[in-house]
């Protein structure tokens, strides 16, 4: 069983958070984005990042902050972890991905596995410590959803190439895949409810974080303005949309609930011959080697004369020597330029994450031929496969935060008693197929679980389904004591995100039963807090076990658990009940504090986007 442990602080700050140098030692893994090494290698190492991410292993995307296009973001010495061959003071440019060494025994297995199947994918183990910026760090595999309109062999070429499956495991994408979604499903059986589409669950919260779509038709959507309607409440959760080729002007210039980047939609532009290149710091503007674009019915867009984007910082490629809004080829931005100025701070904030981002993508159809320094036209799938790992949601800042707490009295004279549990989601995004379970301390025996909990061997077990942000619950179950004796119990919430299989774990309480505490190994009897906001916020630890996917390619292979942790919980102690260890049970994932008091505050801590009719 891989284990891979990344701490991750996850606290939504209000200002934001800007790229900053980090330091990498000797024995990290750096996979080379640029031609001299990856020239072969360049779509499948993006398949790599996935499968890392997959499996539970962080990966730091090193952009150095205000590069020129084709500057160096570090300079590192290596070995090639293939050949062995030495690499001294190379200057890596294009975004690399880089695994920290203190990860690197977890990703080595998967990297090997990886080359052999797929030998030109470079990687380089650093052979001594190097600094660089990190503008994004991954720790889950984002669920990637692909329009059925017709021309999803398009995405479905893109992901192959990449090496990339649906949710399942399947690298095919087949039209049967359940992240395949056809205009029907995505607008949902109303007009009036906005969110009963397939992107959302039944309570209208995102179960997808990245959506693509390559031609949908302009005439389709004012056809099926629902689609386009359902995409913008989609888009205010720190999700993603890339549209290419005429799909950009389906879903922009629909009047009635497009203009996601612009005031009023596009003109179709001409396809340019040189290129002028914006926001190079940015996850999206990550190339290495000639740029060409392709043509098609949408090539580039302009703006009508006297529009200007919504944000300062949307074009990343357009035609040389044209101001921007002119023949513009690569594009951008938060829904509603929500977040503006990350090309002066890149990093995310508060408002950042009530946000989606948008990207558009002139040229019909790019290609997949390496090396990529002779093939300038599979540039455009490179810039595809870049924003598929640049969505909030894959990152720590967008993960679900999920706070467990349990209370129970401290000592008690009868034998039955009641453990309460509080289980709340405080991240952005959902906590899908959430499970809370309660293992019963050995000599207890089951009585009763409010909430439809169900006991089975000395487990009780809660379906909650999908947690959305804010949601949560106070469940109890009452069981008998046996003899007397000190009795310690922790529950645990099992969820995904992304496509990765995460937990977290509440504090320990302590029950003496017909005992002195203080003298018979227990606690001193006394309430105490169940976590603390600083507990739980330094305790957000990604950890891996193996759980078996379905699809093909990937059964039985290790997928990731973990979580990012949370603030708040000074309150947690208020709620009775004793707590062992260090209180928060935070060991590897997102469990702090935050008793049933604490749900009182979720209308103002939530920040609620709902609006389900």
């Known amino acids: 069983m891989i284990r891979s442990r990344l701490m991750v602080a996850v606290t939504l700050a209000l200002a934001p958070l800007s790229a900053s140098a980090a330091d990498f030692a000797a024995g990290s893994l750096v996979i080379p984005m640029d031609t001299d090494y990856q ?51 190379h200057g890596y440019r294009g975004g690399p991905w880089v695994i920290d060494a203190a990860d690197a025994v977890d990703a080595l297995p998967i990297v090997e596995a990886w080359q052999q199947d797929n030998p030109d994918v470079a990687v380089h183990e650093a052979s001594e410590g190097f600094t660089t910026d990190v503008a994004q760090t991954l720790v889950i595999a984002p669920t990637i959803a692909m329009m059925a309109d ?5 995405a479905r070429k893109y992901m192959m190439a990449a090496g990339i499956p649906d949710s399942v495991g399947d690298y095919g994408w087949p039209d049967a895949s359940p992240d395949m979604l056809d205009p029907e499903e995505l607008s949902g059986p109303t007009e009036d409810n906005m969110r009963d589409g397939a992107l ?26 629902q689609v386009v309607a359902e995409m913008r409440e989609f888009l205010t959760h720190p999700t993603h949309l890339f549209a290419e080729c005429q799909a ?12 996601f980047l612009t005031p009023n939609g596009f003109l179709i532009g001409d396809q340019p011959d040189m290129y002028d290149y914006h926001q190079t710091d940015t996850p999206f503007g990550q190339l290495d080697g000639p740029f060409q674009s392709v043509g098609g019915s ?14 300062s910082d949307i074009v990343m490629i357009t035609e040389a020597g044209t101001p921007i809004g002119v023949n513009d080829v690569w594009m951008t931005g938060f829904v509603d330029g929500i977040c503006p100025g990350l090309h002066v701070g890149p990093g995310l904030s508060a408002a950042c994450l009530t946000a989606g981002k948008v990207s558009y993508l002139g040229g019909h159809e790019y290609d997949v031929d390496l090396p990529i320094s002779e093939n300038p036209t599979t540039q455009g799938t490179r810039l595809f496969l870049n924003s598929l790992f640049e969505a909030p949601c894959a990152t720590a800042e967008g993960l679900p935060q999920i706070t467990v707490t349990k209370a129970a009295p401290a000592t008690t004279d009868v034998p039955e008693v009641t453990f309460d549990i509080t289980y709340v989601n405080m991240g952005v995004m959902p906590a899908l197929d959430a499970v809370l379970t309660d293992t019963l301390p050995a000599g207890v025996t089951f009585v009763s679980a409010t909430d439809d909990g169900s006991h089975v061997d000395g487990v009780v077990t809660w379906n909650l389904g999908n947690l959305g942000e804010g949601e949560g619950k106070t469940v109890s179950v009452t069981v008998e004591l046996g003899a007397p004796g000190v009795y310690e119990n922790s529950a645990r919430v099992q969820f995904r995100a992304g496509v990765n299989a995460l937990v977290a774990d509440s504090n320990a309480t302590m029950t003496a039963y017909g005992v002195d505490p203080t003298t018979d190994g227990g606690t001193s009897g006394e309430t105490t807090t169940s976590g603390t906001g600083d507990s739980a916020s330094e305790s957000g630890a990604v950890t891996t076990t193996a759980v078996p ?27 009775g009940g004793e707590t062992g260890g260090e209180g928060c049970g935070c060991r590897n994932d997102m469990s702090g504090g935050a008793g049933p008091l604490a749900l009182l505050g979720l209308a103002a801590l939530a920040r609620r986007r709902r609006r389900v009719a």
């Open 549 to 575: 996917t379905t699809g093909g390619g990937l059964t039985g292979a290790p997928t990731s658990t973990g979580a990012g942790g949370s603030e708040g919980g000074d309150t947690a102690g208020e709620t």
């Open 248 to 259: 950009v002007n389906a879903f922009e210039n629909l009047a009635a609930h497009g203009h």
């Open 150 to 154: 017709g021309n999803q062999k398009i």
């Open 39 to 89: 020239d072969l290698g360049m779509l499948r190492a993006y398949g790599l990042v996935y499968e890392l991410l997959r499996q539970g292993v962080p990966v730091h995307w090193a952009i150095k902050a205000g590069k020129a296009y084709g500057d160096d973001d570090f300079v590192a010495s290596a070995t090639d972890v293939a050949s062995g061959a030495v690499i001294a003071d």
């Open 200 to 225: 959302f669950d039944a309570e209208g919260d995102p179960v997808y974080c990245q959506f693509m779509s390559m031609h949908w038709g302009v005439n389709d959507a004012k056809a099926n303005p």
């Open 298 to 311: 949408e090539p580039a867009y302009s703006l009508p004369e006297g529009d200007s984007y919504k944000g």
